[in-house]
């Protein structure tokens, strides 16, 4: 069974600071991860979609890199601002399914 | 452009009163969709979705049922409500080539 984790639950860091969020799952044959944003009592907005077959993708400040055999991708948010709070939610699609499995997110605060 | 909404936004119902959410999307043909319900604290939670027309697949037993009447429309109904169906109620829509995955903005339900 699928299991998705992000570490940290919560951070807080200065603006300007490049950061990383993490998260792994336990079942390396994934079609494809997802990471999205989620401000209070809003939906979740899509930030960046890796497909298995890529290693990573980029926009704006944002990163995003895959590693399947080792179940990890990371978030990379470069000189972080405080309308970079939010939380930061990854989710992964098996082959042959069409669910996706989320973690319980990381809720990051940017301090001005 | 692709366009999802659901309504309504906020809804405070007494236990045992009946619901509908609604979710529709525009912009897009025979899109997958979803509903999840989001506990406060807790990660994102997938109730059912749905590859087609009248194609209902259920991930978690409970009082809540979906219909998919029209390619585009999706709805979420219980009978009686329950306490513990109070949540944030989101739709998204799904990608059938990529599985990328766009979220509604979301229905703040609470049961008295």
């Known amino acids: 069974k699928q299991e998705v984790t992000q570490i940290p639950a919560a951070l807080s860091v200065p603006e300007g600071e490049n950061l990383v969020l993490n998260c792994s799952f336990t079942?390396?044959?994934?079609?494809?991860l997802q990471w999205f944003r989620q401000d209070p009592g809003k939906g979740l907005t899509s930030l960046l979609l890796?497909?298995?077959?890529?290693r990573e993708q980029t926009s704006g400040r944002l990163n995003a890199s895959l590693d399947k055999s080792s179940g990890r991708s990371t978030l990379y948010i470069a000189a972080s601002q405080p309308g970079d709070s939010a939380t930061y939610l990854c989710?992964?699609?098996?082959?042959?399914?069409?669910?996706?499995?989320f973690g319980t997110g990381t809720r990051l605060k940017v301090l001005a | 452009s692709q366009t999802i909404h659901q309504w309504p936004a906020t809804l405070v119902q007494p236990v045992g009163s009946p619901l509908s959410l609604e979710c529709t999307v525009e912009?897009?043909?025979?899109?997958?969709l979803y509903w999840y319900r989001q506990a406060a604290g807790r990660g994102l939670q997938l109730l059912f979705y749905?590859?087609?027309?009248?194609?209902i697949s259920s991930e978690v037993p409970q009082n809540l049922s979906a219909s998919r009447p029209q390619d585009r429309q999706f709805i979420l109904s219980s009978k009686k409500l329950l306490l513990s169906d109070s949540g944030f109620y989101l739709c998204?829509?799904?990608?059938?080539?990529?599985?990328?995955?766009?979220f509604g903005p979301g229905t703040r339900l609470t049961v008295t």
């Open positions: 998204a829509w799904g990608s059938t080539g990529t599985y990328e995955q766009y």
């Open positions: 079942d390396s044959a994934i079609y494809n």
């Open positions: 890796i497909q298995s077959s890529q």
């Open positions: 989710a992964v699609t098996t082959s042959g399914t069409y669910k996706y499995i």
């Open positions: 912009g897009t043909s025979n899109p997958n």
């Open positions: 749905s590859v087609g027309i009248g194609q």
